[in-house]
């Protein structure tokens, strides 16, 4: 047998074997952003589109406005209330990242709907209250 004929037989049955039903992945939504401020601190966060009963995390970027640096050690606590409510339906602690001023929270709202989320940022310099409209959970 002619050597370049069986090279393409071997390439034509490779091929043929290949599974050509393999799934592609669905593209992610792409993250929201918003920054927000208090007299004293900015909050840059991002998140991924709200959607009832499923986890959203947020990333929270946390500044101190006098001078810039990083928010440390804080108990950042995020909480999901209806608007006009001063009830929240849920809350939920965020962990402190790997890099100083960085904190990591899942949300997950249970309901479609419009709602407020307040973030709640307390350490031994800070007792800061920041009470967000607009978050649409689809």
Not at 41 to 46: A, K, L
């Amino acid at each position: 047998m002619n050597i370049k004929l069986f090279a393409l037989f071997l390439l034509t049955f490779a091929f043929s074997c290949s599974d050509r039903t393999a799934a592609t992945p669905e593209p992610e939504a792409e993250a929201l952003a918003r920054t927000e401020f208090t007299e004293r601190v900015e909050n840059f966060f991002e998140y991924a589109p709200l959607k009832a009963g499923q986890p959203s995390q947020f990333r929270i970027h946390l500044s101190v406005l006098l001078d810039g640096t990083p928010v440390e050690g804080a108990e950042v606590v995020l909480s999901v209330r209806v608007p006009g409510s001063d009830t929240p339906i849920i809350s939920t602690t965020a962990q402190i990242g790997k890099v100083t001023g960085i904190y990591v929270a899942d949300l997950t709202v249970p309901r479609a709907g419009q709602y407020d989320v307040e973030f709640r940022i307390k350490n031994s310099k800070l007792d800061e209250r920041m009470l967000l409209n607009d978050f649409r959970v689809e």
